[in-house]
């Protein structure tokens, strides 16, 4: 049976303009949201105009570049051997005790002008005497007291961060010559020991043995902890009837530089400085044939040449001894400091 007319099931039905209304409002409202997510990567240019940077377009900044360059370059910087310049005081030569090194220190300290950086230590002196246990020591030739040991401690150890050096007489030395003089002494031609103008006797430069026993020295410094070894009485004598001295085959200034040479082999594995102390006059003068000393032979075999002078003869020394070697500074010993001199200096 036929339902009634006029009534229908509804079907509900949606235009095509609204269809497009809501996408077009969609679409607004998508690019909306972009415009406001890029505005973040807008940069603008050195004119002004702007543009879109996205993140996976940007490079390394330049920051960071610089830290990985760092980390990829090792950069090493090698530390000076020393103070640039030393302003040394020298402690009183004898036994080393903590009485005394406390007087030399304090007395030392007590001068400002320049501030002492270094202190020069006599281990070795002119008579044969030595002023620390030594095992090469010839018999009776130690002098140390019950707390030399200490001291000697204190001092290369780094008190008051000094630079510390060590001096070492060489050849005069009377007790060790005449404890072997076939091994070591210098002789006169009759063969029997030299004596000099001061009734003395001396090693022989030209005998292994006696640059041997000053080598064994010299390493033995540089194992208590000294930055320099400092050499003295590096020559033959100058006073006395000379022409009596024994001098050996061989031309003796070879001799010496034989011996600054083993001396500096033997000193290389410790890293130590080398110096050796003249007379003034072999620099200023270029040598002295008496102690068969020249300077542009001995110059450039060690790090300092020391010499006593005056202030007013510092700038020519310096000069000569520049001139004998390039790599070699020198350094004056002065009785007192007046600030005159503005470089190295050793005082006492």
């Known amino acids: 049976m036929a339902g009634p007319r006029g009534y229908r099931n509804y079907r509900g039905r949606t235009?095509?303009?609204?269809?497009?209304?809501?996408?077009?409002?969609?679409?607004?409202?998508?690019?909306?949201?972009?415009?406001?997510?890029?505005?973040?990567?807008?940069?603008?240019?050195?004119?002004?105009?702007?543009?879109?940077?996205?993140?996976?377009?940007?490079?390394?900044?330049?920051?960071?570049?610089?830290?990985?360059?760092?980390?990829?370059?090792?950069?090493?910087?090698?530390?000076?051997?020393?103070?640039?310049?030393?302003?040394?005081?020298?402690?009183?030569?004898?036994?080393?005790?903590q009485e005394g090194w406390k007087d030399a220190w304090m007395g030392a300290s007590l001068m400002s002008a320049p501030p002492y950086n270094a202190a020069a230590v006599t281990l070795k002196d002119d008579t044969g005497k030595l002023y620390f246990d030594s095992d090469t020591a010839v018999s009776g030739s130690v002098e140390i007291a019950e707390d030399t040991d200490t001291v000697l401690t204190q001092i290369t150890g780094g008190e008051a961060s000094l630079y510390t050096i060590a001096r070492i007489s060489c050849f005069h030395d009377p007790k060790v010559a005449n404890s072997d003089v076939e091994g070591m002494g210098l002789k006169n031609t009759g063969g029997y020991i030299f004596y000099d103008g001061n009734n003395s006797q001396w090693l022989?430069?030209?005998?292994?043995?006696?640059?041997?026993?000053?080598?064994?020295?010299?390493?033995?410094?540089?194992?208590?902890?000294?930055?320099?070894?400092?050499?003295?009485?590096?020559?033959?004598?100058?006073?006395?009837?000379?022409?009596?001295?024994?001098?050996?085959?061989?031309?003796?200034?070879?001799?010496?530089?034989?011996?600054?040479?083993?001396?500096?082999?033997?000193?290389?594995?410790?890293?130590?400085?080398?110096?050796?102390?003249?007379?003034?006059?072999?620099?200023?003068?270029?040598?002295?044939?008496?102690?068969?000393?020249?300077?542009?032979?001995?110059?450039?075999?060690?790090?300092?040449?020391?010499?006593?002078?005056?202030?007013?003869?510092?700038?020519?020394?310096?000069?000569?001894v520049a001139a004998a070697s390039g790599t070699t500074a020198f350094v004056p010993e002065l009785e007192a400091y007046t600030g005159e001199v503005s470089g190295s200096c050793l005082i006492g």
């Open 15 to 97: 235009s095509k303009g609204k269809i497009a209304l809501a996408v077009v409002l969609v679409l607004v409202i998508l690019a909306a949201i972009t415009v406001m997510v890029l505005q973040q990567y807008i940069v603008y240019d050195e004119t002004g105009s702007p543009r879109i940077e996205l993140p996976w377009q940007k490079g390394v900044p330049a920051e960071e570049e610089n830290q990985e360059d760092v980390q990829d370059f090792d950069l090493k910087i090698e530390e000076p051997e020393g103070p640039s310049a030393i302003y040394a005081f020298a402690v009183p030569v004898g036994t080393l005790t």
């Open 204 to 320: 022989d430069p030209g005998k292994p043995a006696a640059r041997k026993y000053l080598c064994d020295i010299a390493k033995e410094a540089a194992e208590l902890g000294f930055d320099e070894i400092l050499l003295t009485d590096v020559s033959y004598p100058t006073e006395g009837k000379l022409d009596k001295i024994d001098y050996g085959e061989g031309l003796p200034s070879q001799n010496l530089v034989t011996f600054l040479t083993e001396m500096r082999a033997a000193l290389e594995p410790y890293g130590v400085s080398l110096s050796i102390e003249v007379p003034e006059a072999v620099i200023s003068d270029g040598g002295d044939s008496d102690a068969w000393l020249t300077l542009a032979e001995i110059a450039p075999l060690v790090d300092r040449v020391y010499a006593r002078t005056v202030p007013e003869k510092v700038e020519s020394l310096t000069a000569a």
